[in-house]
Structures are given as structure tokens and as C-alpha cells.
T-cell receptor, first 111, second 113 residues
Framework: SQKIEQNSEALNIQEGKTATLTCNYT??????LQWYRQDPGRGPVFLLL?????KEKRKERLKVTFDTTLKQSLFHITASQPADSATYLC??????????FGSGTRLQVQP | NAGVTQTPKFRILKIGQSMTLQCAQD?????MYWYRQDPGMGLKLIYY???????DKGEVPNGYNVSRSTTEDFPLRLELAAPSQTSVYFC????????????FGPGTRLLVL
């Protein structure tokens, strides 16, 4: 069956360090993969999109990698700040003109 | 632009009651979506629409109905509410499907007792 797995345990890091979040998937062949940020009580907000023929994408302090052989995407936040604390969701193009979302990983950045 | 708006923000329903969750977008997007999010879980797709007059089922459509008579509006109807429908409901829109950014509304929190 199709699965998208994100670490359900919260990730706690110190301010200034690099946070790395993982998204693994099985039985998908996505053409696109997206990352969203969700704050408590709010809707998700788009961060980055990466295509299957792109190995890496950057936007300011954010970096996403996409390895279609390993079926994995890594999401990095460099020089993390307490304001980066949120839940981060990965989402795959599921081939039906819609996205399928993972359950998200909560990031807590300690000052 | 207001983006994607949803009403109400919060509602309590009794088992068996019906209600309509409203969603509107002012970005002239063709694609609109309804998701539900249970605590600690990801978003599950209920229904989506690729344009006015066209809707299709998502992963968890049972107990829900939708219509899309205009580009702007995409209401979600709950008939005969059940406790299993207690959740947070998010509406989203995008310009051209899964290869583009989805813009989400603020959500409607629904409690069925």
C-alpha cells in the first residue's frame, strides 16, 4: 500500500543549529514533492516544491533534497530560530491532481 | 486579496444534524480541495474539484457531499453528523493541481457530540 512517513516524534534542536526533517514514501512515483509549514490552529503554508528531475532546491535558509532512488526527501533549515518552531508536512503529487500529505514532524527550536 | 476563507471557525453539532461548511477563494483558481485533519495526523483528502461543475472523490468521501456551481465557492455538506466526523476541516485552492502551491484557509473546527 502507499505510505508517506515522517518522523512522528518531535525534533528538538538548539537555536543556530541545522534542523533536518525526513520524508520517506513507498509505492509512489511522484513527479513533485512539496513541503508545508503548519502552526497550531492554522492552515498549512507552502514552503518549497521540488520536481523529480531536481536533486536540490533552496530558498533563503531552507533546502530540500529529493532522491527518487531512495524514495526520500530531506528538508533542512539552517541557522534555525525559535520562530521556526512549527509542524512541517511533506506532500506528494499522488497522480490524481491532488496532493497526499504526510502526518508531519513537529520542530521545536530552543533559544 | 482575502485568499481562501472558511466559515464558521468552530461549530458543535449533535449526532444526526446536518451542516454546510463554507469555502470561498478570490484568486480565480480552478482547483479546490477539502481536507480533514485529525489530532496528530496528516491531512486526508475528502473531495476535490478541477473547475465549476466538476467534483471528484478523495480518500475519505463517505458522509460528505460537495458542489461547485461557481469558480469561487466550494461548500462541503455533512449529512447526518457522526462523532467520527469530529475533526478540523481545511479548504484549499490551487491554480493547476498538484504541481502548484496549494493555498489553505484557516480551517473549521467541528465537534460532533
Amino acid at each position: 500500500s502507499q505510505k508517506i512517513e515522517q518522523n512522528s516524534e518531535a525534533l528538538n534542536i538548539q537555536e543556530g543549529k541545522t534542523a533536518t526533517l525526513t520524508c520517506n514514501y513507498t509505492n509512489y512515483s511522484p513527479a513533485y514533492l512539496q513541503w508545508y509549514r503548519q502552526d497550531p490552529g492554522r492552515g498549512p503554508v507552502f514552503l518549497l516544491l521540488i520536481r523529480e528531475n531536481e536533486k536540490e532546491k533552496r530558498k533563503e535558509r531552507l533546502k530540500v533534497t529529493f532522491d527518487t532512488t531512495l524514495k526520500q526527501s530531506l528538508f533542512h533549515i539552517t541557522a534555525s530560530q525559535p520562530a521556526d518552531s512549527a509542524t512541517y508536512l511533506c506532500a506528494l503529487d499522488s497522480g490524481r491532481r491532488a496532493l497526499t500529505f504526510g502526518s508531519g514532524t513537529r520542530l521545536q527550536v530552543q533559544p | 486579496n482575502a485568499g481562501v476563507t472558511q466559515t464558521p471557525k468552530f461549530r458543535i453539532l449533535k449526532i444526526g444534524q446536518s451542516m454546510t461548511l463554507q469555502c470561498a477563494q478570490d484568486m480565480n483558481h480552478n482547483y479546490m480541495y477539502w481536507y480533514r485533519q485529525d489530532p496528530g495526523m496528516g491531512l486526508k483528502l475528502i473531495y476535490y474539484s478541477v473547475g465549476a461543475g466538476i467534483t471528484d472523490k478523495g480518500e475519505v468521501p463517505n458522509g460528505y457531499n460537495v458542489s461547485r456551481s461557481t469558480t469561487e465557492d466550494f461548500p462541503l455538506r455533512l449529512e447526518l453528523a457522526a462523532p467520527s466526523q469530529t475533526s478540523v476541516y481545511f479548504c484549499a485552492s490551487s491554480d493547476s493541481g498538484s504541481k502548484e502551491t496549494q493555498y489553505f484557509g484557516p480551517g473549521t473546527r467541528l465537534l460532533v457530540l
